[in-house]
């Protein structure tokens, strides 16, 4: 892109202002700019015109889970069904890994942060090793999709090519980048965070499919006939990962999706719930439970509200592809961003001075017809790493890691 064709983009969105201080910079420096006024999508700002008139949160209801003494009674017809997906081709993995390891005290990509103790472990060794089972179950390596970010791009693959991708056919490995949305002013002019530089986050977490498709991989997935699409998170080290029994179980049941769920560990754990939403599959997160929601009672006098996401989802490719363009709605949240004042010095704001744009997996479950959530152990598959110590740290994954007989 050219500085004409850059010019031309921004202004159809109201956003020259980016380009202001274009003179100044150095040849590195414009071309940086001009590639990132091509990447970034400015049209998501006009979500801003419609904020505040969401409609209101719908009535809430229990859905039934597949608990683990169904799953444990049907495990060997589940997994028959899984492994016969994974052999045809049918399931691909993908890994959402465009984070950082800031909160662990680490420069690097989250994926290669080191959990060993008397040994390298890497975060990303784990979830191969874990995908691996499956290889060698099904005798055919599972298409397999990294999301990384612009953040953390060129060094997560960089460090893929050195480990030799822990064994895995690097054939089967695609990396792809999560677009990243403008960070706003109240009135929608997007924030510089340096003159040759746009201030940008992460498109959310529900951004994958279609940051999968506008890097191409659409034609990828069709050429490779894939029709089921297992989407995890990066942190939870213990995660099956194509698992040929939650696929089989999904598969066998007929649902548009699955869902990875734990037991909640006490009433008011910090995971989202598994619900009902106007009659709709969804998912309620932790902050949203109400005293009366986390006090409801099934028929069976357990809590009603009582399985918990886990970040692991299947769903069926055919569908995302019917809501990724049209049904997904844009959240709006208030942040405090780094940004150019008016004179181009740099502010670090101490109160909230604008808006980031993103999307959620929650509202890609609410999209589809049906979801299936299934049970699992959470001993021997959750094991999430957001924190150094304490809940849900490298110290309590550790632990876990041990309790399942992996050496560290």
């Known amino acids: 892109m050219n500085y004409q064709d850059a010019y031309r983009k921004l202004e159809e969105f109201g956003q020259q202002h980016v380009l202001k201080y274009y003179e100044e910079l150095n040849d590195e420096e414009k071309a940086d700019l001009l590639r990132q006024i091509e990447e970034t999508d400015f049209s998501i700002v006009k979500y801003l015109e419609h904020k505040g008139g969401e409609s209101g949160e719908g009535h809430i209801s229990p859905i039934g889970a597949m608990e683990l003494s169904e799953v444990e009674k049907r ?22 890994a465009g984070g950082m390891g800031t909160r662990l005290g680490s420069e690097d990509p989250k994926c290669m942060y080191d959990i060993g ?16 089972e499956v290889v060698d179950a099904a005798g055919v390596f599972v298409p397999f999709f990294i999301m990384t970010s612009d953040k953390n791009h060129d060094k997560t693959v960089a460090f893929m090519k050195e480990k030799n991708y822990f064994g895995y056919d690097p054939s089967m490995v695609f990396f792809f980048k999560q677009e990243m949305a403008p960070a ?12 040759s530089r746009i201030s940008t986050s992460p498109n959310g977490n529900g951004g994958w499919f279609q940051s999968m498709k506008r890097c191409g991989l659409i034609d990828k997935i069709h050429e490779l006939g894939i029709e089921w699409l297992n989407t995890f998170a990066v942190d939870n080290v213990l995660q099956r990962i194509a698992d040929p029994v939650f696929v089989g179980a999904t598969i066998a049941s007929g649902s548009a999706c699955g869902a990875k769920t734990v037991r909640k560990a006490e009433r008011d754990e910090r995971v989202g719930v598994m619900c009902l939403k106007d009659g709709r599959p969804s998912i309620i997160e932790y902050y949203e439970m109400t005293p009366e929601l986390l006090d409801a009672k099934n028929e069976n006098g357990d809590p009603a509200y009582n399985f918990g996401v886990i970040m692991n989802y299947l769903f069926r490719e055919k569908d995302l592809e019917r ?9 709006i949240v208030e942040k405090k961003i780094a940004c150019l004042d008016e004179n181009g010095n740099p502010l670090s704001p ?14 890609m479950v609410q999209e589809m017809d049906s979801c299936l959530p299934v049970e699992v152990d959470r001993v021997r598959e959750f094991a999430p790493i957001k924190n150094k110590t ?13 309790k399942n007989g992996i050496v560290l």
């Open 75 to 96: 495990r060997d017809e589940f997994t028959e069904i899984g492994l016969d997906a994974v052999r045809r081709g049918k399931v691909g993995a993908v890994l959402l």
């Open 323 to 331: 809501i990724v363009d049209e049904s997904l709605p844009v959240h």
């Open 117 to 132: 103790i008397t040994h390298p472990v890497f975060i990303m060794q784990r979830l191969v090793e874990n995908l691996m």
């Open 350 to 363: 101490g109160e909230p001075n604008g808006y980031k744009f993103e999307q959620l997996v929650l509202d």
């Open 184 to 195: 706003t002013d109240y009135q929608g002019k997007v924030y510089m965070e340096t003159k």
């Open 390 to 402: 304490g809940v849900d740290s490298v110290e309590s994954a550790r632990v876990l890691c041990e």
